[in-house]
């Protein structure tokens, strides 16, 4: 058993579907997921020992690339004095300090280990501090595997959401409102019918989840601005864009201050570790200080705060402005592309996350994100990879880069984009 395929097989005799998260699957795209056992810089190596510019960066923690200096021997460090303690540890402090020093209006934090975690415990806390019960989310945002925000209801007119996934009940469900994104008339309307039983909006901060599609200038100001009118919270979902959008995340792009942040990814540094924070008035509601309850057996695991306080005490200005350069060099490579294969597209960014959109119209909602000529990324998708890059395998995910990527790693993502542009100019419709 060596290759890929190999052990595609004997995953999925033992896991659903062979991968331990779906989007790992090569489900929107076809073919075997490629079994990684290495990993340098921006670099994978997969089990039949190709090599492959890594365009997911695990989905976004691995800002530095991978196996950076410095994140390995803090992880070395904390090793020699044990793994685990099931009480407080300095390291929590001093991550909690960093993300309170980066991120202006989170006052306190609290540590988990997943991003999902994360959202499910800012929502309860929000519940618990409003003493409401709804929940208003957006088509297309994901905030991780939580029941209640496992809805997506279409869009057009404010629903009150079916669950999307079975297993997901209606009561789960039943106190979410799912609306088009972008679209602040919709909230207004939600919040002139229901506004005393909202608790809180929670949105991405720019949304990665479904490519990249952000927010329309004023949008994140209008949300702050109806929540605080109608006294309901706004709960910013940072679990992409935070770390990495900039040195204090979106935040720090548009300065729309929501009472409640959630992180994850980057703060992890490729360990389990993700955050809840913001307001101390809001934040003072949570067990022991409060009565909202919320806990973990492995938060602020040593581990896991000594990677995720090396990454980010090392994405300095210079970590941001490499992110920032790579990502515009691939994108406009990207776009000329396929323009000399007159393949209609969007190129759109998130901060330094960014994703293609096939098709010649505008994409501010996951309506313009489902029309979108989809069907162009497998081929796409394909020829990247047989070129040695390696793409997020769906069309609705965003691509990241890390620090680590230097020029000849960027070369080669350039050398593969024409025969990927003339694959997804060949490609035909289902
Ligand atoms: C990844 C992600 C989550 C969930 O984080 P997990 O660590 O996978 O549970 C939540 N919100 C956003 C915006 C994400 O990108």
Known sequence: MTGSQEWFERARRVTPGGVNSPVRAFGAVGGTPRFVVDADGPYLVDADGREY??????????????????????????????????????????????????????????LVSSGTEATMSAIR????????????????????????????????????????????????????????????????KVFAESGPEIACVITEAAPGNMGAVPPLPGFNAG????????????????????????????????????????????????????????????????????????????????????????????????????????AQTIGRALSAGLDREGVGHRVQYSGTMFSVFFG??????????????????APFFHEMLRRGVYLPPSPFEAWFVSASHDDRAVERVLDAVPAAAAAAAAARPA
Not at 60 to 78: C, D, N, Q, S, T
Not at 233 to 241: P, W
Not at 266 to 286: E, I, N, T
Not at 288 to 303: C, D, I, K, M, R
């Open 360 to 377: 010649d119209r505008p994409v501010v909602d996951f309506d313009g994100v489902s029309a979108s000529e989809s069907y162009r990324y």
């Open 125 to 188: 806390l929000a519940r618990g501090f409003t003493g409401r019960s709804k929940v208003v989310k957006f088509a297309g945002c994901y905030h991780g595997h939580v029941d209640a925000l496992l809805a997506s209801a279409g869009s057009g007119l404010a629903t009150f959401a079916l669950p999307g996934s079975p297993g997901v009940t209606g009561a789960q469900t039943g106190d979410t409102v799912v609306l088009p994104y972008n679209d602040l008339a919709a909230v207004e």
């Open 223 to 326: 949300l702050r601005e109806v929540t605080a009118r109608h006294g309901a919270l706004l709960v910013s979902d940072e679990v992409m864009t935070g770390f990495r959008a900039g040195r204090d995340g979106w935040y720090g792009r548009d300065g729309v201050a929501a009472d409640l942040l959630t992180f994850g990814k980057v703060m992890g540094g490729g360990f389990p570790a993700a955050a809840f924070g913001g307001r101390a008035d809001v934040m003072a509601h949570l067990a022991p200080a409060g009565p909202v309850y919320q806990a973990g057996t492995l938060s602020g695991n040593p581990v896991a705060t000594a990677a995720g306080l090396a990454t980010l005490r090392h994405c300095t200005p210079e970590v941001y402005a490499r992110l920032e350069e790579v």
């Open 53 to 110: 510019v890594d365009l997911i960066c695990s989905w976004g923690p691995m800002i530095l690339g991978h196996r950076h200096p410095a994140v390995l021997e803090a992880v070395g460090r904390a090793l020699e004095h044990g793994t685990s303690f099931g009480a407080p540890s300095r390291g929590e402090v001093e991550l909690a300090e960093e993300i309170v020093d980066r991120v202006a209006p989170v006052e306190q934090v609290r």
